[in-house]
Protein backbone atom coordinates (compact mmCIF):
# COMPACT_ATOMS: atom_id res chain seq x y z
CA UNK A 1 0.00 0.00 0.00
CA UNK A 2 1.21 3.30 -0.65
CA UNK A 3 3.45 4.91 2.10
CA UNK A 4 3.15 9.03 2.06
CA UNK A 5 5.01 11.26 4.52
CA UNK A 6 3.46 14.51 5.08
CA UNK A 7 6.26 16.74 7.06
CA UNK A 8 5.68 20.30 8.73
CA UNK A 9 7.44 21.75 11.33
CA UNK A 10 3.68 22.82 12.83
CA UNK A 11 1.66 19.48 12.89
CA UNK A 12 -1.53 19.94 15.18
CA UNK A 13 -2.18 17.18 17.07
CA UNK A 14 -4.76 16.74 20.00
CA UNK A 15 -1.11 16.25 22.32
CA UNK A 16 -0.14 19.20 20.72
CA UNK A 17 1.23 21.60 18.12
CA UNK A 18 5.20 19.99 16.83
CA UNK A 19 7.58 19.84 14.59
CA UNK A 20 6.77 16.38 12.92
CA UNK A 21 6.06 13.71 9.94
CA UNK A 22 2.71 12.49 9.34
CA UNK A 23 3.08 9.10 7.97
CA UNK A 24 -0.17 7.84 5.61
CA UNK A 25 -0.43 4.38 4.11
CA UNK A 26 -3.44 4.62 2.03
CA UNK A 27 -6.50 6.52 3.28
CA UNK A 28 -5.65 6.24 6.95
CA UNK A 29 -2.66 7.71 9.08
CA UNK A 30 -0.28 5.19 10.39
CA UNK A 31 1.90 6.94 12.80
CA UNK A 32 3.37 10.37 13.58
CA UNK A 33 6.87 10.46 14.20
CA UNK A 34 9.67 12.85 14.28
CA UNK A 35 10.96 14.42 11.05
CA UNK A 36 14.44 12.42 11.45
CA UNK A 37 12.38 8.68 11.61
CA UNK A 38 10.31 9.36 8.17
CA UNK A 39 11.04 5.57 6.50
CA UNK A 40 13.12 5.71 3.12
CA UNK A 41 10.25 4.47 0.92
CA UNK A 42 7.83 7.03 2.13
CA UNK A 43 6.42 9.94 -0.61
CA UNK A 44 7.38 12.98 0.94
CA UNK A 45 5.70 16.18 1.12
CA UNK A 46 7.60 18.57 2.89
CA UNK A 47 5.30 21.80 3.71
CA UNK A 48 8.20 23.40 5.78
CA UNK A 49 6.15 25.58 8.22
CA UNK A 50 2.65 25.64 6.78
CA UNK A 51 0.95 24.17 9.68
CA UNK A 52 -0.86 20.90 9.38
CA UNK A 53 -3.83 20.61 10.98
CA UNK A 54 -6.59 17.80 10.55
CA UNK A 55 -9.31 18.16 7.60
CA UNK A 56 -12.04 20.49 9.30
CA UNK A 57 -15.27 18.95 9.55
CA UNK A 58 -18.60 20.90 8.88
CA UNK A 59 -21.65 19.24 10.94
CA UNK A 60 -24.03 22.01 10.01
CA UNK A 61 -24.24 22.61 6.06
CA UNK A 62 -27.16 23.25 3.51
CA UNK A 63 -26.64 21.68 0.54
CA UNK A 64 -30.51 22.02 -0.84
CA UNK A 65 -29.57 18.46 -2.96
CA UNK A 66 -31.83 17.36 -4.73
CA UNK A 67 -34.84 19.82 -5.64
CA UNK A 68 -32.70 22.66 -5.16
CA UNK A 69 -29.81 21.92 -6.52
CA UNK A 70 -30.12 25.39 -8.34
CA UNK A 71 -29.33 27.14 -5.11
CA UNK A 72 -25.80 25.16 -4.48
CA UNK A 73 -25.66 21.13 -4.88
CA UNK A 74 -23.12 18.64 -3.76
CA UNK A 75 -21.03 19.56 -6.69
CA UNK A 76 -20.33 23.44 -5.33
CA UNK A 77 -20.73 23.27 -1.74
CA UNK A 78 -17.87 20.33 -1.55
CA UNK A 79 -15.79 22.17 -3.62
CA UNK A 80 -16.09 25.16 -1.83
CA UNK A 81 -15.70 22.93 1.53
CA UNK A 82 -12.53 21.39 -0.02
CA UNK A 83 -11.02 25.10 -1.03
CA UNK A 84 -12.16 25.98 2.83
CA UNK A 85 -9.98 22.84 4.18
CA UNK A 86 -12.61 20.84 5.15
CA UNK A 87 -12.90 17.06 4.18
CA UNK A 88 -16.22 16.10 5.66
CA UNK A 89 -19.44 17.87 5.85
CA UNK A 90 -22.84 16.95 6.97
CA UNK A 91 -26.34 17.91 5.35
CA UNK A 92 -29.17 19.76 6.88
CA UNK A 93 -32.37 17.72 6.12
CA UNK A 94 -34.26 21.03 4.85
CA UNK A 95 -33.64 23.00 1.87
CA UNK A 96 -33.58 19.94 -0.36
CA UNK A 97 -36.77 17.99 -1.73
CA UNK A 98 -37.97 15.74 -0.70
CA UNK A 99 -36.59 16.86 2.53
CA UNK A 100 -34.46 14.16 4.23
CA UNK A 101 -37.44 13.19 7.14
CA UNK A 102 -38.08 9.24 5.50
CA UNK A 103 -35.98 6.46 4.36
CA UNK A 104 -36.94 7.09 1.29
CA UNK A 105 -35.81 10.52 0.79
CA UNK A 106 -32.60 9.50 2.75
CA UNK A 107 -32.15 7.88 -0.49
CA UNK A 108 -33.18 10.33 -3.03
CA UNK A 109 -29.83 12.15 -1.59
CA UNK A 110 -28.06 9.11 -1.88
CA UNK A 111 -28.52 9.35 -5.58
CA UNK A 112 -27.90 13.15 -5.77
CA UNK A 113 -24.53 12.75 -4.33
CA UNK A 114 -23.15 9.97 -6.03
CA UNK A 115 -20.18 10.66 -7.70
CA UNK A 116 -20.33 14.43 -7.14
CA UNK A 117 -18.84 15.14 -3.65
CA UNK A 118 -14.85 16.37 -3.47
CA UNK A 119 -15.24 15.61 0.21
CA UNK A 120 -17.05 13.04 2.07
CA UNK A 121 -20.34 13.97 3.37
CA UNK A 122 -23.13 12.41 5.89
CA UNK A 123 -26.53 13.20 6.21
CA UNK A 124 -28.90 14.46 8.97
CA UNK A 125 -32.44 13.46 8.95
CA UNK A 126 -35.51 15.57 10.28
CA UNK A 127 -37.79 15.84 13.08
CA UNK A 128 -41.09 17.34 11.68
CA UNK A 129 -44.69 17.59 12.71
CA UNK A 130 -45.35 13.85 10.93
CA UNK A 131 -42.88 11.62 10.89
CA UNK A 132 -42.68 10.32 14.51
CA UNK A 133 -42.95 7.06 12.74
CA UNK A 134 -39.83 7.24 10.53
CA UNK A 135 -37.39 8.33 13.24
CA UNK A 136 -35.64 4.44 14.49
CA UNK A 137 -35.93 3.26 10.26
CA UNK A 138 -33.96 6.64 9.79
CA UNK A 139 -31.91 5.93 11.93
CA UNK A 140 -31.10 2.31 10.72
CA UNK A 141 -30.85 3.76 7.37
CA UNK A 142 -27.84 5.51 8.47
CA UNK A 143 -28.35 9.37 9.29
CA UNK A 144 -26.17 10.95 11.87
CA UNK A 145 -28.74 12.37 13.72
CA UNK A 146 -31.47 14.22 13.79
CA UNK A 147 -32.62 18.39 13.11
CA UNK A 148 -35.80 20.11 14.08
CA UNK A 149 -37.29 23.62 14.26
CA UNK A 150 -39.42 25.14 17.30
CA UNK A 151 -40.36 27.67 15.05
CA UNK A 152 -41.29 28.02 10.95
CA UNK A 153 -37.80 27.33 8.70
CA UNK A 154 -39.41 29.91 6.05
CA UNK A 155 -38.94 27.20 3.31
CA UNK A 156 -41.60 25.06 2.44
CA UNK A 157 -41.18 21.20 2.41
CA UNK A 158 -39.76 20.93 6.21
CA UNK A 159 -42.32 21.90 8.89
CA UNK A 160 -41.46 23.24 12.50
CA UNK A 161 -42.62 20.64 15.64
CA UNK A 162 -44.92 22.11 18.39
CA UNK A 163 -43.70 21.13 21.85
CA UNK A 164 -46.88 18.25 21.72
CA UNK A 165 -45.09 17.25 18.50
CA UNK A 166 -41.63 17.31 19.86
CA UNK A 167 -42.76 15.24 22.85
CA UNK A 168 -44.09 12.74 20.28
CA UNK A 169 -40.91 12.24 18.91
CA UNK A 170 -38.15 12.49 21.83
CA UNK A 171 -39.00 8.76 22.95
CA UNK A 172 -37.94 7.65 19.26
CA UNK A 173 -35.03 9.74 19.38
CA UNK A 174 -33.48 9.15 22.65
CA UNK A 175 -33.80 5.13 21.99
CA UNK A 176 -31.81 5.89 18.76
CA UNK A 177 -28.52 7.55 21.28
CA UNK A 178 -28.28 10.19 18.43
CA UNK A 179 -28.20 13.60 19.07
CA UNK A 180 -31.23 15.89 18.46
CA UNK A 181 -30.15 19.28 16.65
CA UNK A 182 -32.59 22.16 17.32
CA UNK A 183 -33.16 25.84 15.80
CA UNK A 184 -33.85 27.53 19.38
CA UNK A 185 -35.84 30.18 18.41
CA UNK A 186 -39.11 30.15 19.82
CA UNK A 187 -41.81 32.29 17.84
CA UNK A 188 -43.69 33.93 20.50
CA UNK A 189 -41.22 36.76 21.28
CA UNK A 190 -40.36 37.05 17.55
CA UNK A 191 -44.40 37.60 16.51
CA UNK A 192 -44.76 40.07 19.38
CA UNK A 193 -41.38 41.99 18.26
CA UNK A 194 -42.07 42.10 14.99
CA UNK A 195 -45.63 43.26 15.12
CA UNK A 196 -44.79 46.50 16.97
CA UNK A 197 -42.43 47.09 13.66
CA UNK A 198 -44.71 46.62 10.74
CA UNK A 199 -44.61 49.85 10.11
CA UNK A 200 -40.61 50.31 10.89
CA UNK A 201 -38.15 50.77 7.95
CA UNK A 202 -36.91 47.16 7.33
CA UNK A 203 -34.10 48.49 5.19
CA UNK A 204 -32.60 49.37 8.46
CA UNK A 205 -30.70 46.39 10.15
CA UNK A 206 -31.66 47.11 13.53
CA UNK A 207 -35.17 47.02 12.64
CA UNK A 208 -34.40 43.02 11.76
CA UNK A 209 -32.44 42.76 14.98
CA UNK A 210 -35.17 44.49 16.92
CA UNK A 211 -37.30 41.49 15.53
CA UNK A 212 -35.44 38.83 16.74
CA UNK A 213 -34.75 39.18 20.22
CA UNK A 214 -32.39 37.53 22.63
CA UNK A 215 -35.46 36.18 24.65
CA UNK A 216 -36.67 34.12 21.84
CA UNK A 217 -33.70 32.04 21.90
CA UNK A 218 -33.90 31.68 25.93
CA UNK A 219 -36.94 30.77 25.82
CA UNK A 220 -36.32 28.04 23.81
CA UNK A 221 -33.67 27.01 24.90
CA UNK A 222 -35.74 26.75 28.67
CA UNK A 223 -37.67 24.30 27.15
CA UNK A 224 -35.25 22.44 25.32
CA UNK A 225 -33.28 22.11 28.62
CA UNK A 226 -36.57 20.55 30.56
CA UNK A 227 -37.25 18.09 27.53
CA UNK A 228 -33.53 17.18 28.07
CA UNK A 229 -34.25 16.27 31.78
CA UNK A 230 -37.39 14.76 30.95
CA UNK A 231 -36.35 12.57 27.75
CA UNK A 232 -32.76 11.83 28.44
CA UNK A 233 -31.92 12.25 25.16
CA UNK A 234 -28.45 14.50 23.53
CA UNK A 235 -29.89 17.61 22.78
CA UNK A 236 -27.63 20.24 20.43
CA UNK A 237 -28.65 23.63 20.18
CA UNK A 238 -27.72 24.79 16.52
CA UNK A 239 -26.39 28.32 15.95
CA UNK A 240 -25.87 30.28 19.40
CA UNK A 241 -26.41 34.04 18.93
CA UNK A 242 -27.67 35.07 21.89
CA UNK A 243 -24.99 35.10 24.95
CA UNK A 244 -27.71 35.78 27.14
CA UNK A 245 -28.28 32.62 27.07
CA UNK A 246 -24.51 31.48 28.06
CA UNK A 247 -25.07 31.17 32.10
CA UNK A 248 -28.47 28.78 31.72
CA UNK A 249 -26.35 26.44 29.23
CA UNK A 250 -23.21 26.20 31.59
CA UNK A 251 -25.76 25.82 34.75
CA UNK A 252 -27.31 22.56 32.49
CA UNK A 253 -23.53 21.58 31.59
CA UNK A 254 -22.91 21.35 35.61
CA UNK A 255 -26.01 19.00 36.21
CA UNK A 256 -24.81 17.02 33.60
CA UNK A 257 -27.40 16.65 31.23
CA UNK A 258 -25.77 16.05 27.83
CA UNK A 259 -26.21 19.02 26.06
CA UNK A 260 -23.83 20.44 23.37
CA UNK A 261 -23.57 23.85 21.83
CA UNK A 262 -22.48 25.72 18.39
CA UNK A 263 -22.22 28.78 17.07
CA UNK A 264 -20.62 30.59 13.75
CA UNK A 265 -18.39 32.48 12.14
CA UNK A 266 -20.53 35.34 11.45
CA UNK A 267 -21.34 35.49 14.96
CA UNK A 268 -17.91 35.72 15.84
CA UNK A 269 -16.77 38.09 13.58
CA UNK A 270 -19.38 40.05 12.16
CA UNK A 271 -21.18 43.05 14.72
CA UNK A 272 -25.00 45.05 13.98
CA UNK A 273 -23.32 48.41 14.43
CA UNK A 274 -21.29 47.89 11.22
CA UNK A 275 -24.00 46.81 9.14
CA UNK A 276 -25.47 49.02 6.48
CA UNK A 277 -28.77 49.89 5.69
CA UNK A 278 -30.13 47.37 2.51
CA UNK A 279 -27.02 44.98 3.06
CA UNK A 280 -29.41 41.89 3.40
CA UNK A 281 -25.92 39.46 2.42
CA UNK A 282 -25.54 39.49 6.50
CA UNK A 283 -29.17 38.44 7.22
CA UNK A 284 -29.67 35.29 8.98
CA UNK A 285 -31.36 33.51 11.96
CA UNK A 286 -31.01 33.98 14.89
CA UNK A 287 -29.60 37.25 14.12
CA UNK A 288 -26.04 38.74 14.41
CA UNK A 289 -26.50 41.30 17.59
CA UNK A 290 -24.26 43.80 18.91
CA UNK A 291 -20.12 43.76 19.14
CA UNK A 292 -20.47 43.37 22.94
CA UNK A 293 -22.37 39.99 22.47
CA UNK A 294 -19.70 38.86 20.18
CA UNK A 295 -17.19 39.32 22.76
CA UNK A 296 -19.34 37.30 25.39
CA UNK A 297 -19.42 34.26 22.52
CA UNK A 298 -15.93 34.41 22.81
CA UNK A 299 -15.70 33.59 26.04
CA UNK A 300 -18.53 31.14 25.95
CA UNK A 301 -15.76 29.22 23.05
CA UNK A 302 -13.03 29.98 26.07
CA UNK A 303 -15.14 28.67 28.83
CA UNK A 304 -15.97 25.92 26.83
CA UNK A 305 -19.60 26.36 27.06
CA UNK A 306 -19.25 26.28 23.57
CA UNK A 307 -18.10 23.33 22.17
CA UNK A 308 -17.53 24.64 18.52
CA UNK A 309 -18.04 26.48 15.52
CA UNK A 310 -19.95 25.80 12.17
CA UNK A 311 -20.86 27.31 9.04
CA UNK A 312 -24.53 27.13 8.66
CA UNK A 313 -23.84 27.32 5.17
CA UNK A 314 -26.99 28.45 3.86
CA UNK A 315 -27.19 29.57 0.42
CA UNK A 316 -29.66 30.91 -2.09
CA UNK A 317 -30.40 32.01 -5.10
CA UNK A 318 -29.07 35.29 -6.04
CA UNK A 319 -32.45 37.26 -6.41
CA UNK A 320 -33.77 35.70 -3.07
CA UNK A 321 -31.58 38.20 -1.06
CA UNK A 322 -33.19 41.04 -2.93
CA UNK A 323 -30.42 43.70 -2.89
CA UNK A 324 -31.96 45.89 -5.06
CA UNK A 325 -34.89 46.73 -2.46
CA UNK A 326 -32.76 45.73 0.69
CA UNK A 327 -35.45 44.45 2.62
CA UNK A 328 -34.63 42.64 5.60
CA UNK A 329 -37.88 41.61 5.76
CA UNK A 330 -38.67 39.77 3.10
CA UNK A 331 -34.76 38.53 1.87
CA UNK A 332 -33.50 35.63 2.71
CA UNK A 333 -31.62 34.64 5.95
CA UNK A 334 -28.77 32.66 5.19
CA UNK A 335 -24.60 32.93 4.85
CA UNK A 336 -22.42 30.89 2.85
CA UNK A 337 -19.19 30.97 4.31
CA UNK A 338 -17.70 27.09 3.41
CA UNK A 339 -14.59 28.59 1.55
CA UNK A 340 -13.36 31.59 4.12
CA UNK A 341 -15.07 30.28 7.39
CA UNK A 342 -11.35 29.01 8.57
CA UNK A 343 -9.61 32.76 7.42
CA UNK A 344 -13.07 34.34 9.23
CA UNK A 345 -12.20 32.41 12.32
CA UNK A 346 -7.97 32.40 12.61
CA UNK A 347 -8.34 36.15 11.72
CA UNK A 348 -10.11 36.40 14.96
CA UNK A 349 -8.52 34.00 16.93
CA UNK A 350 -5.20 33.96 16.17
CA UNK A 351 -5.55 38.40 17.49
CA UNK A 352 -7.66 37.19 20.50
CA UNK A 353 -4.67 34.34 21.68
CA UNK A 354 -6.20 31.47 20.71
CA UNK A 355 -4.13 28.58 18.91
CA UNK A 356 -3.96 26.13 16.38
CA UNK A 357 -5.04 23.47 18.39
CA UNK A 358 -8.17 25.82 19.42
CA UNK A 359 -9.27 26.06 15.50
CA UNK A 360 -8.32 21.91 15.34
CA UNK A 361 -10.83 21.64 18.39
CA UNK A 362 -13.78 24.09 17.44
CA UNK A 363 -13.27 23.39 13.41
CA UNK A 364 -12.79 19.65 13.02
CA UNK A 365 -12.70 17.21 16.44
CA UNK A 366 -16.04 19.13 18.06
CA UNK A 367 -18.19 18.61 14.82
CA UNK A 368 -17.21 15.12 14.34
CA UNK A 369 -18.18 13.95 17.56
CA UNK A 370 -21.18 15.27 17.35
CA UNK A 371 -21.62 13.42 13.88
CA UNK A 372 -20.46 10.53 15.54
CA UNK A 373 -17.38 9.84 13.76
CA UNK A 374 -14.81 11.10 16.55
CA UNK A 375 -12.93 8.08 16.19
CA UNK A 376 -12.52 8.99 12.48
CA UNK A 377 -12.19 12.43 11.71
CA UNK A 378 -11.19 15.58 13.11
CA UNK A 379 -7.62 14.72 13.81
CA UNK A 380 -4.33 13.69 13.14
CA UNK A 381 -4.48 10.63 15.50
CA UNK A 382 -3.00 6.97 13.91
CA UNK A 383 -6.37 4.86 12.92
CA UNK A 384 -7.69 8.52 11.75
CA UNK A 385 -8.85 9.16 8.07
CA UNK A 386 -5.91 11.01 6.55
CA UNK A 387 -7.70 14.48 6.14
CA UNK A 388 -5.50 17.44 6.31
CA UNK A 389 -5.91 21.12 5.69
CA UNK A 390 -2.22 22.52 5.13
CA UNK A 391 -1.74 26.62 5.46
CA UNK A 392 0.24 29.37 6.30
CA UNK A 393 -1.04 30.64 9.34
CA UNK A 394 0.72 34.35 9.04
CA UNK A 395 -0.58 34.35 5.30
CA UNK A 396 -3.43 37.05 4.17
CA UNK A 397 -5.56 37.63 1.47
CA UNK A 398 -8.65 39.67 0.32
CA UNK A 399 -11.88 37.98 0.00
CA UNK A 400 -13.11 38.24 -3.85
CA UNK A 401 -15.85 36.35 -5.69
CA UNK A 402 -13.52 33.52 -7.17
CA UNK A 403 -11.85 32.83 -3.67
CA UNK A 404 -15.72 31.61 -2.89
CA UNK A 405 -16.04 28.48 -5.19
CA UNK A 406 -19.60 27.36 -4.10
CA UNK A 407 -22.62 28.05 -7.06
CA UNK A 408 -23.36 31.88 -5.95
CA UNK A 409 -20.34 34.31 -4.78
CA UNK A 410 -22.68 35.92 -1.88
CA UNK A 411 -20.99 36.66 1.14
CA UNK A 412 -21.04 39.60 3.98
CA UNK A 413 -17.07 39.55 3.86
CA UNK A 414 -16.30 40.67 0.37
CA UNK A 415 -13.72 42.58 0.01
CA UNK A 416 -12.28 41.97 3.93
CA UNK A 417 -9.12 41.08 4.48
CA UNK A 418 -8.43 37.67 6.27
CA UNK A 419 -5.82 35.50 7.38
CA UNK A 420 -4.83 31.92 6.26
CA UNK A 421 -4.95 31.12 2.66
CA UNK A 422 -5.19 27.20 2.41
CA UNK A 423 -2.57 26.21 0.55
CA UNK A 424 -3.94 22.48 0.10
CA UNK A 425 -6.54 19.81 1.31
CA UNK A 426 -5.67 16.24 1.59
CA UNK A 427 -8.89 13.70 1.55
CA UNK A 428 -8.29 10.24 2.49
CA UNK A 429 -4.58 10.91 1.47
CA UNK A 430 -5.84 12.16 -1.95
CA UNK A 431 -5.34 16.17 -2.55
CA UNK A 432 -8.35 17.66 -2.89
CA UNK A 433 -8.03 21.34 -3.13
CA UNK A 434 -4.03 22.18 -3.94
CA UNK A 435 -2.77 25.71 -4.97
CA UNK A 436 -6.25 27.16 -5.65
CA UNK A 437 -7.29 24.27 -7.51
CA UNK A 438 -9.30 20.77 -7.70
CA UNK A 439 -7.16 18.16 -8.78
CA UNK A 440 -9.24 14.77 -7.84
CA UNK A 441 -11.97 13.46 -9.36
CA UNK A 442 -15.07 13.59 -6.95
CA UNK A 443 -13.90 11.10 -4.82
CA UNK A 444 -15.84 11.99 -1.26
CA UNK A 445 -17.95 9.35 -0.25
CA UNK A 446 -21.13 9.20 2.31
CA UNK A 447 -19.68 8.51 5.96
CA UNK A 448 -21.71 5.78 7.32
CA UNK A 449 -21.74 5.39 11.55
CA UNK A 450 -20.48 2.04 11.81
CA UNK A 451 -22.05 -0.52 14.53
CA UNK A 452 -21.82 -0.35 18.22
CA UNK A 453 -20.32 3.25 17.95
CA UNK A 454 -23.53 5.40 18.13
CA UNK A 455 -25.65 5.38 21.16
CA UNK A 456 -23.03 7.50 23.21
CA UNK A 457 -24.62 9.94 25.67
CA UNK A 458 -21.65 11.96 25.45
CA UNK A 459 -22.36 14.91 24.27
ZN1 LIG B 1 -28.91 25.96 9.26
Request: hydrophobic share 45%.
Given at each position: MKLQAFLSSRVVTPEGTRPAAVLVEGETIRAVVP???????AAIHDFGDAAILPGLVDS?????????????GFDTATRAAAAGGYTFVVDMPLNCLPATTTVASLEAKRAAAHGRCRVDWAAWGGVVADNQSEIEALAAAGVLGFKCFLIHPGIDGFTMVTEQQLRAALPAVARTGLPLLVHAELAGPIDAATEILAEADWRCYSTYLQSRPEEAELAAIRLLLSLCREYDFRLHIVHLSASSVLPELSAARSEGLAVSVETCPHYL??????IANGATTHKCAPPIRSRENCEKLWQGLRDGVIDFVVTDHSPCLP????LDEGNFRTAWGGISSLSVALPVMWTEASRRGFSLSDIARWMAEGPARLAGAQKHKGQITPGFDADFVIFDPESEFVVTE?????????????GEQLRVIVKATYLRGEPVFVAGK?????VGREFRPRPREGGSKSA
Amino acid sequence: MKLQAFLSSRVVTPEGTRPAAVLVEGETIRAVVPLDQVPANAAIHDFGDAAILPGLVDSHVHINDPGRAEWEGFDTATRAAAAGGYTFVVDMPLNCLPATTTVASLEAKRAAAHGRCRVDWAAWGGVVADNQSEIEALAAAGVLGFKCFLIHPGIDGFTMVTEQQLRAALPAVARTGLPLLVHAELAGPIDAATEILAEADWRCYSTYLQSRPEEAELAAIRLLLSLCREYDFRLHIVHLSASSVLPELSAARSEGLAVSVETCPHYLHLTSDAIANGATTHKCAPPIRSRENCEKLWQGLRDGVIDFVVTDHSPCLPAMKRLDEGNFRTAWGGISSLSVALPVMWTEASRRGFSLSDIARWMAEGPARLAGAQKHKGQITPGFDADFVIFDPESEFVVTEERLHYRHPLSPYLGEQLRVIVKATYLRGEPVFVAGKFPAEAVGREFRPRPREGGSKSA
